[in-house]
């Protein structure tokens, strides 16, 4: 019997797609989003209308931060597999309102340990970020290094969310894995991101803020990469196990924790990323350099190994074919 799978931000950008996946390969899900402005509602609301189309979805509206409307969906659910992508996002709006961040990343995370907990559920995988490497100068970045020096304080948000999981996956032996997303993009993508926000504006003919003078690296990571990892990784459950048999595993030795990062594996120059969208868009980009912004990082760059030992992880997506895929889909939905 396949398990059904509850997705805690079902509506955001990561959520949608890996809901749409799960569906699509015949699994019951049930969405839980809040529906909040951080940005247009209209796109998710979107989301939330495709995924409705399927027999086996169902969705509750609500606030992680409130235990007793989340206790109440996941019980009337009943899942095997929880699936918590749900986050206040975002690095400069974290400087601006970090009471966001603490309430939903880490009073929410809580609230999903407590219910995890409750139900006894086979896999609870939880959403984390590369940002929480921050000053790390060692790349590429592997889950072993230390991840001491976060610059924002959303990273010290989902830094806190995995040293609280941990805690509770020792303490009650809830399987836990934390995924390190880096810098992920496409179709249906959010609209505070970077790549979406320079394609609005140069539709617009406006200027484009690059940041550092555009002397910036990222690890971008096509979103259909990130949603076929986290398909492989449902049965990958981590067991404590005090002979590590795997090369540089992030499997706790005292509780069934693992962390894991999940990327693209190749860093890409910021002014290639913007060239690639001007030649695609076909429209000469206007552009203003900047210094460095508070809480951003000059580069990011995964080391998926301990991914692809586990689950034969293989990112394929080249971020050139990426960036043709996000406009095709934003010409098309924005008419």
Not at 145 to 173: C, N, P
Not at 221 to 238: E, M, Q
Not at 254 to 280: C, H, M, Q, S
Request: glycine letters at 6%.
């Amino acid at each position: 019997m396949k398990p059904k799978i509850f997705i805690s931000g079902s509506s955001g950008f990561i959520g949608f797609h890996v809901a749409k996946k799960f569906l699509d390969k015949g699994l019951r899900v049930h969405g839980f989003d809040s529906m909040n402005n951080y940005y247009d509602v209209n796109l998710k609301k979107s989301r939330l209308s495709i995924l409705k189309k399927y027999k086996n979805f169902s969705f509750s509206k609500g606030n992680l931060e409130n235990y007793k409307v989340l206790l109440s969906s996941i019980i009337k659910f009943k899942p095997k597999i929880i699936i918590h992508l749900a986050a206040q996002a975002g690095v400069r709006y974290s400087i601006k309102n970090p009471d966001n961040y603490l309430n939903s990343n880490i009073l929410g995370t809580f609230n999903i340990l407590k219910v995890a907990h409750i139900l006894k559920v086979k896999h609870l995988v939880i959403g984390s970020s590369s940002s929480v490497y921050g000053a790390n100068k060692k790349f590429p970045f592997k889950e072993i290094h230390k991840t001491d020096h976060q610059i924002s304080f959303y990273a010290a948000t989902k830094k806190s969310t995995e040293v609280l999981a941990h805690a509770y996956s020792s303490l009650w032996k809830v399987p836990i894995t934390m995924l390190r997303f880096f810098t992920v993009y496409g179709p249906f993508g959010r609209p505070d991101m970077a790549y979406f926000k320079f394609t609005n504006k140069i539709l617009k003919g406006q200027k484009i803020d690059i940041y550092n003078n555009g002397k910036m690296y990222r690890d971008y990571t096509y979103i259909d990469d990130i949603v076929d990892g986290i398909y492989k990784l449902l049965n990958k459950i981590p067991k404590i196990n005090s002979k590590r048999r795997i090369k540089d595993d992030s499997l706790s030795p005292v509780a069934p924790f693992r962390i894991l990062n999940i990327g693209n594996t190749k860093k890409i120059y910021l002014l290639d990323f913007i060239n690639t969208l001007e030649k695609n868009l076909n429209i000469k980009v206007k552009r203003k350099y900047l210094p460095m912004q508070k809480g951003d990082v000059y580069s990011t760059l995964s080391d998926c190994s301990l991914l692809k030992r586990l689950t034969n992880y293989n990112p394929k997506t080249n971020y050139k074919v990426g960036i043709k895929k996000f406009i095709d889909w934003y010409l098309f939905y924005y008419n």
